[in-house]
């Protein structure tokens, strides 16, 4: 049984930063891969940026110029810089068995944490 436990959000300015992090544990989860994934409201959920077992990564084209994935064992991170209000969002973590297209397929996901930006 996989679980994500995401940290980091908070409340910041237009042009912050912020960092945040996932810790996966479970039952082979060095085995899957991992993700980032945001949800504003009334809108659908969206691919952030994912990284898979070898460490290959994904970051979507609206954010790569201000946002990186990185992981380390099982521990997943976001690095966001130049923080827009557009940004505003719950960002969830995700775990996955399978990498398609520079993206985690997701199995599981965390229970998000929210990220304000004003």
């Known amino acids: 049984h996989v679980q994500l436990v995401e940290s980091g959000g908070d409340s910041v300015q237009t042009g912050g930063s912020l960092r945040l992090a996932c810790t996966a544990t479970?039952?082979?989860?060095?085995?899957?891969?991992l993700g980032w994934a945001r949800q504003a409201p009334e809108k659908e959920r969206e691919w952030v940026a994912a990284?898979?077992?070898?460490?290959n990564t994904g970051v979507a084209d609206s954010v790569k110029d201000r946002f990186a994935v990185s992981r380390h064992g099982n521990d997943l991170y976001l690095q966001m810089t130049s923080l827009q209000p557009d940004d505003t969002a719950m960002y969830y973590c995700?775990?996955?068995?399978?990498?398609?297209?520079?993206?985690?397929?997701?199995?599981?996901w965390g229970q998000g944490t929210q990220v304000t930006v004003s």
């Open positions: 995700a775990a996955g068995r399978k990498w398609e297209g520079s993206h985690c397929v997701p199995d599981n």
């Open positions: 990284v898979d077992i070898d460490s």
């Open positions: 479970g039952r082979y989860i060095n085995m899957h891969c």
